[in-house]
């Protein structure tokens, strides 16, 4: 029997939950998403199952395909290029507009999050490379916080969505083995401290750069996105 509750309760809880494990890895680039497994998986009906999937299918995170039903997300080269084309444009414009007009409120923001960022441990403890969730959360809270003063909510809703589309794209990264290294750490405390002196100018091209790295360590890193660079068949 389905769980109780309001089905846009529901449909929030499911959509959280399943969101996560895509952004988490939990499921794989390419995987089917039957409806009738993850109603039973999630206890809710096959209506609250679907509004979900068409949800994340709207944000790119789930592709529908007509009589073949819902997949994850693959992950290629092409939408990659382009995905970073994006966000170096849309986001560049929202970190120029937020430091530009961002106030004292903000810098406070701006501050305790990287705090909380520096603190937290990327990696999980244990034999295995797994990435902690709560580093993941405030990460995303960082990057949210150094846009959120740009005062435009569609250019925010954009820039959340586009973020989200890379963090497949970061997160499969962290199973294979780039030539690409990087100290993000420093590339973190660097943008913070230029939105901080209300930099502008620098920190669009801090970001940029950040997201630029993240796209050439993906590139090499990820299995499936270095064997289409060399011409191979996906395997």
């Known amino acids: 029997m389905a769980r109780r509750g309001t089905s846009k309760t529901l449909s929030g809880d499911v959509y959280s939950q399943l969101r996560d494990a895509i952004l988490l890895g939990q499921v ?11 109603r039973e998986e999630y206890d809710v009906s ?11 299918a709207e944000q790119r995170l789930v592709v529908a ?14 939408h ?19 430091v530009a007009r961002g106030d004292l409120e903000w810098e406070s923001k701006v501050l305790a999050v990287h705090h909380r960022l520096e603190g937290t441990p990327i990696w999980l403890e244990g034999p ?13 809270a960082f990057h949210a916080t150094l846009l ?3 005062g435009n909510s569609i250019i925010l809703d954009v820039c959340a969505s586009l973020f989200d589309m890379a963090e497949l794209y970061r ?7 780039s030539t690409v290294t990087r100290d993000v750490a420093k590339e973190h405390r660097d943008l913070a401290a230029a939105a901080l002196e209300h930099d502008a100018e620098l920190a669009e091209k801090l970001l940029v750069e950040h997201i630029r790295t993240t796209r050439d360590m993906a590139l090499t890193g990820i299995p499936a ?3 289409e660079a060399a011409g191979e068949q996906p395997a």
Do not use: Y
């Open 28 to 38: 794989r680039p390419g995987e089917r998403l039957k409806p009738t497994a993850l």
């Open 46 to 56: 096959i209506s609250v199952v679907r509004e979900v999937l068409t949800r994340l």
């Open 65 to 78: 395909e007509p009589n073949q039903g819902f997949s994850v997300a693959p992950l290629t080269r092409a």
């Open 80 to 98: 990659l290029e382009e995905l970073v084309e994006a966000r170096c444009s849309i986001e560049g414009l929202a970190i120029r507009m937020s």
């Open 128 to 140: 295995e490379k797994v990435i902690n969730p709560e580093w993941v959360s405030v990460h995303a």
């Open 148 to 150: 959120e003063a740009c």
């Open 171 to 177: 997160r499969w990264n962290e199973t294979g083995t």
């Open 225 to 227: 996105l270095a064997r």
